[in-house]
């Protein structure tokens, strides 16, 4: 055994994980890209975003399983899980090929230089000091999310959300035994803004756990240095916990710009812990990976004590992972201004086709907050729900979830109109309910397809619409 493993070694023990990181992402400048829509357009990282990807018949959630809950109708375009339509990044499929030819399956240590890797990315991609000894493995973001709740909080505390928010949130909040505070936000001129003094007020009736969604999903909100300090210093001064979900930092649109919460100042650092992953960056979240961070490292420890033991993890996404940090970034800076493009076109074609839809390109994430206040009056959708409802309940009608849990199939507003998109336009979207309050009247669009798909889900929103 070499010098280097056995230090590796000592270091898994320590019980950081370090060794076993998974990528964080973040964003730079975007590179130019000019070409028009429906012009083929080679990438030179090896990816033509303009092809897309057909994941049909995959065991796609957002294609295979939409179906499955829907069965009869007809999808053109699914739209609704955050995850992406474009090929993987060549240099992760070589890298998964190339393991898969050691045909043995045994205990595996993750690639040793993942870590310093992942310190790398952080630092070049904005600037951010990421403490090696300090990062944590998770299965994805929420297993940090869900570990930090029970690690620091209690069966019966409050955690406050700045709605809309993340509607997985709201499950993890409620797997640890607690509840969510719905910090709402004012949506003034077409920008969300935050409301301090319900924040405040959440703080003051008892809550000390606030997950912190940065960029925001689904507002699409590039929280400013002085916006989180605003609600930073409130957290300070009351020692409520920030927990900082920062998956999709990498995905910023135009001149916009995401800045890490713990880069706010050393205060702000040691009272928070930072989620990330490459499962969002790269598409990488069938692999099930992620990681965690403080500069605190009591932090970290009571997170450990509390049970959360990620010391290894699938070995193929640890060797993506990887690989997306050591040559990710032409393939980032390049999705991203895809991403952009196809966000400004969604934008012009809503207010040139569509004037009951409204949308203002977001800051950040790939995720399109339509204002379809409009168009939901104008079908009734409400009052279209409540029969449905009454309906259902009458006549027993049911429905079975994700879960496999079978009740009786009730409607909100947006569950009325989801069906609604499915019939007439065959594009599956989500409803805004699912993020809280503020949520009514708004659907969520994920813009992470390629062009011509993203084009025929609207022409065909068009088409339903001319119909009513």
């Known amino acids: 055994m070499t010098k280097d493993i056995k230090l590796n070694r000592r270091f898994f023990m320590k019980g ?19 070409a028009g829509l429906g012009q083929s357009t080679p990438m030179s990282i090896g990816v033509n975003f303009d092809e897309g990807y057909n994941r049909v018949g995959t065991n796609s959630i957002k294609f295979d399983l939409i179906k499955m809950f829907n069965p009869g109708k007809q999808l053109d375009v699914g739209l609704g899980i955050a995850d992406m339509d474009f090929r993987t990044m060549p240099q992760i499929t070589a890298a998964l090929k190339k393991r898969l030819e050691t045909e043995n399956w045994g205990y595996e240590i993750p690639p040793l230089d993942l870590p310093d890797n992942t310190v790398a990315w952080n630092k070049r991609r904005y600037n951010t000091d990421v403490p090696k000894g300090n990062i944590l493995n998770s299965v994805g973001v929420l297993d940090g999310v869900l570990s930090t709740l029970m690690a620091f909080g209690k069966e019966g505390d409050k955690v406050i959300v700045q709605t809309p928010t993340y509607s997985s949130f709201f499950t993890t909040i409620h797997q640890a035994g607690m509840h969510e505070a719905e910090n709402e936000m004012k949506l003034v001129n077409g920008r969300y803004e935050i409301d301090l003094d319900d924040f405040e007020q959440h703080v003051k009736d008892g809550a000390r756990l606030f997950i912190l969604c940065n960029p925001q999903n689904p507002t699409g909100n590039c929280w400013t240095a002085d916006e989180m300090r605003s609600v930073g210093d409130i957290c300070n001064k009351y020692g409520v916990l920030v927990l900082a979900d920062e998956i999709h930092c ?24 930072t989620y990330k992953s490459t499962s969002k960056s790269f598409n990488l979240a069938a692999h099930r990976t992620g990681y965690m961070f403080s500069d605190n490292r009591e ?13 290894l993890l699938n070995i193929m996404g640890m060797i993506a992972s990887n ?20 966000a400004k076109f969604v934008e012009q074609y809503c207010a040139e086709n569509i004037p009951l839809i409204k949308y203002k390109v977001h800051e950040g994430t790939y995720l399109a907050w339509l204002d379809c206040r ?24 049911t429905a079975t979830d994700f879960f496999g849990v079978t009740s009786i199939k009730t409607y909100r507003t947006g569950d009325y109109m989801k069906e609604w998109f499915m019939d007439n336009a065959k594009i599956d979207i989500n409803p805004g309910e699912n993020y809280g309050k503020g949520g009514v009247g708004f659907m969520r669009m994920n813009l992470a397809t390629n062009q011509k798909m993203l084009k025929l889900a609207l022409d065909n929103i068009v088409k339903a619409i001319d119909t009513i």
């Open 250 to 273: 990498d995905f910023i649109m135009g001149e916009n710009k995401y800045v890490p919460y713990a880069s706010l100042g050393e205060e702000y650092a040691q009272n928070s812990i």
């Open 299 to 311: 932090y970290i420890d009571k997170v450990l004590k509390g049970g959360h033991q990620r010391l």
């Open 16 to 34: 950081t994980g370090a060794a076993a990181l998974l990528g964080g992402a973040a964003i730079g400048s975007s590179s130019s890209f000019a």
């Open 323 to 342: 690989v997306a940090y050591k040559h990710g970034d032409t393939y980032i800076d390049e999705q991203n201004a895809y991403l952009t493009k196809n």
């Open 374 to 397: 409009e168009l939901f009056e104008k079908l009734d959708a409400e009052n279209k729900a409540i029969e449905l409802t009454e309906y259902n309940k009458a006549n027993n009608v």
